[in-house]
């Protein structure tokens, strides 16, 4: 779902996505907050450095794979985790293009399995070679794809699925 609101007459970007995930909530937890492994948890990101740690807070430097021009894209994140709540508030400390970048996972447990859930608050520059309501349908297309992507992966680790299903629109 993704919508853009008016605040202060400034377009904000929101998406909020969700996904089921055949894994107890500890293991899907586990996987998706292993920072150094989301090169191989998602698609698009090439690196992961964390620069600074101070108990559930991590910094890092995420830095994506080339775009069609040849342009990695990198910016410095902020991350701060309560596994008590299953919930972790995120920021974009370096924002690029936006003027400001919020995102809130937060994790249920549901039957069998753990409902995953990406909130994302944003708003570009004007400058920005895209704008809000642009950003808005990219960034809620690609969370589809990212959490499918996530959702066969810590599947197949927990023993729930053989091998990780084609994601549409990607190449093998």
Not at 28 to 54: G, H, I, K
Not at 104 to 110: D, F, K, L, N, P
Not at 111 to 138: H, L, S, Y
Request: proline share 7%; aromatic share 8%.
């Amino acid at each position: 779902m993704s919508s853009t609101v008016e605040q202060n007459s400034r377009t904000a970007g929101h998406t909020d996505n969700s996904i089921f995930i055949d894994a107890d909530i500890d293991h899907v937890w586990r996987m998706t907050n292993d920072l150094p492994t989301w090169p191989d948890l998602f698609t698009e990101y090439s690196e992961v450095e964390v620069l600074a740690q101070s108990g559930p807070m991590f910094r890092f430097r995420l830095k994506m794979h080339p775009d069609e021009s040849g342009r990695v894209w990198s910016w410095v994140s902020e991350r701060t985790l309560d596994e008590a709540a299953h919930e972790v508030v995120a920021r974009r400390l370096e924002p690029g293009p936006f003027e400001f970048m919020n995102i809130r996972w937060t994790y249920v447990a549901e039957g069998t399995g753990t409902r995953m859930r990406w909130v994302q608050d944003f708003r570009m520059r004007p400058e920005a070679p895209v704008d809000t309501e642009g950003m808005t349908q990219r960034i809620d297309a690609n969370s589809k794809v990212q959490m499918a992507v996530i959702r066969d992966k810590v599947e197949a680790a927990a023993g729930r699925r053989s091998e990780p299903e084609p994601v549409p629109g990607s190449m093998p």
